[in-house]
Every structure is written in structure tokens, then in C-alpha cells.
T-cell receptor
């Protein structure tokens, strides 16, 4: 079965609302990463977060290994936050081979 | 800063044709990767290479060949293009850990 499950598959919000994206994984991991992908664009790493909570501006990532989940919180969303958010886990720290979730497509309306 | 360059950006081929996608990086990274992204889905690993002339199969290697002739470049060949292969192919490079992974902007493949 799917080792990495993301939810929701899509999310539409009004500008200024907060977004909560979830990633659940069914296997043990060595690292968890969150990526952002603009439509037709490359992936940009947002967080490398194997455990605990990390902050970057309006973004917060929390990974709870015992519960096999990671979340990405976007506060006060802006239209420029629109795009696809992907979580990925690596089981082997040294090789960087990632298993990706299917992504959450986020649309922020003005 | 470094950059990953993928060429071409768009690739149109005929069914059964052999097609090659190229990737160059100037990060001086040891490891390079080829991922495939189908519409509405996550990325799946096709091939990766941990050093020059090394090749390792990913989960989706059947129907593909890869080549790493030098540290800075990694090519992917679709051996016989099929219509169900229409997807975006993303190249990435990284250091020893997943933390230092960078992606190119992708090659969109269309098979007629």
C-alpha cells in the first residue's frame, strides 16, 4: 500500500485564512521533507524536519515520529502560496532516496 | 549558488521512439536522481547515481536507461516511448543526505 499519504488532496481558501496540510506515513523514517511546487515549476525544499517543530516565516512544520505523521501549517495565507505541497520521506539517511506523497494542491483566492 | 539545468523543457515524440533527456548540475554534488511525476501524483524514482559511472535502479526503472558519464551530468533515455508515459521528468542532485536535495524545473514529455 501507499507508504506516504497526504491530505487533503486539494484545498481552497480565502486569502488570510490558515492552511493545515497533513502527511501520514506507514513505515519508519530517517527524514521527512516538505517541498513546494509552483504550477509547471521545480520543487523547492521548505523544511527538512525528521522530528519536532520548525518555523520559517509564516510556515511551521511539525513531525511526530511516534504517531507517524507530519504537518505543514501556513498562517495568514497569501495568493502567492498557491501551488502543490509535497511531503517526502527517506528511509535511508545516506542515500537521499525519497518516497513522495501525492501532494496537496492549495489554491488561495483573493 | 548552484543550478540544475534540464533540457529540453518540452519533448514531443512518437510512440516507440527512443528519447533522451539531459540534466546538468554545477553544485558539485555526488548523487543525482531522475524522478517521474504523473499528473496529480507524487514523484517516483526511476534511476539514481551516487558517483560518476554509477547507476542504481529506482522503483520505476523498467523501460528506461540512464547514463552518468561525468559528475555534473546525468541522462535518462526512454527506450521505447509509450502513450502512458506522458509525464514530467524531474532531475535532482544532492549531497550525502536528503537535506541537500535540489531539483531542476523538469522536462514535460508528450507521446503522440
Amino acid at each position: 500500500g501507499q507508504q506516504v499519504q497526504q491530505s487533503p488532496a486539494s484545498l481552497v481558501l480565502q486569502e488570510g485564512e490558515n492552511a493545515e496540510l497533513q502527511c501520514n506515513f506507514s513505515t519508519s523514517l530517517n527524514s521527512m521533507q516538505w517541498f513546494y511546487q509552483r504550477p509547471g515549476g521545480s520543487l523547492v525544499s521548505l523544511f527538512y524536519n525528521p522530528s519536532g517543530t520548525k518555523h520559517s516565516g509564516r510556515l511551521t512544520s511539525t513531525t511526530v515520529i511516534k504517531e507517524r505523521r507530519s504537518s505543514l501549517h501556513i498562517s495568514s495565507s497569501q495568493t502567492t502560496d498557491s501551488g502543490t505541497y509535497l511531503c517526502a520521506l527517506a528511509m535511508n539517511y545516506n542515500q537521499g532516496k525519497l518516497i513522495f506523497g501525492q501532494g496537496t494542491k492549495l489554491s488561495i483566492k483573493p | 549558488g548552484g543550478i540544475i539545468t534540464q533540457t529540453p523543457k518540452f519533448l514531443i515524440g512518437q510512440e516507440g521512439q527512443k528519447l533522451t533527456l539531459k540534466c546538468q548540475q554545477n553544485f558539485n554534488h555526488d548523487t543525482m536522481y531522475w524522478y517521474r511525476q504523473d499528473s496529480g501524483k507524487g514523484l517516483r524514482l526511476i534511476y539514481y547515481s551516487i558517483t560518476e559511472n554509477d547507476l542504481q535502479k529506482g522503483d520505476l526503472s523498467e523501460g528506461y536507461d540512464a547514463s552518468r558519464e561525468k559528475k555534473s551530468s546525468f541522462s535518462l533515455t526512454v527506450t521505447s516511448a509509450q502513450k502512458n508515459e506522458m509525464a514530467v521528468f524531474l532531475c535532482a542532485s544532492g549531497g550525502a543526505s536528503a537535506e541537500t536535495l535540489y531539483f531542476g524545473s523538469g522536462t514535460r514529455l508528450t507521446v503522440l
